[in-house]
């Protein structure tokens, strides 16, 4: 059989390594919330439901502040790549 062609180009940046503090901050949101998450798996069956609801509302909550961010960042971004085509 035939080997496979080994892909040559350029390496994708991690979009972790994004040094943009909208983004940076977004990513420290979700990661909240996946440890609040986590942890309420692991300790979950000890908890009571209203516990466990607590816990979801508030990992939603740091979800929800991710994503306004993120369409913060992409309507500022959407409003300077208007701007430079105007000027073009």
Known sequence: MAKAAKKSGKAKSPA???KDPLVQSAVKLIDQA????????????GQTAKARHAM?????????????KL??????????????????
Do not use: C, F, Y
């Open 34 to 45: 996946a440890a609040l998450l986590k942890d309420g798996v692991i300790t979950s069956a």
């Open 16 to 18: 972790a390594g994004n």
């Open 56 to 68: 979801k509302v508030k990992a939603s909550s740091l979800v929800n502040q991710a994503s306004v």
């Open 71 to 88: 369409t913060n960042a992409i309507e500022e971004g959407a409003a300077s790549l208007r701007k430079g085509l105007k000027n073009l």
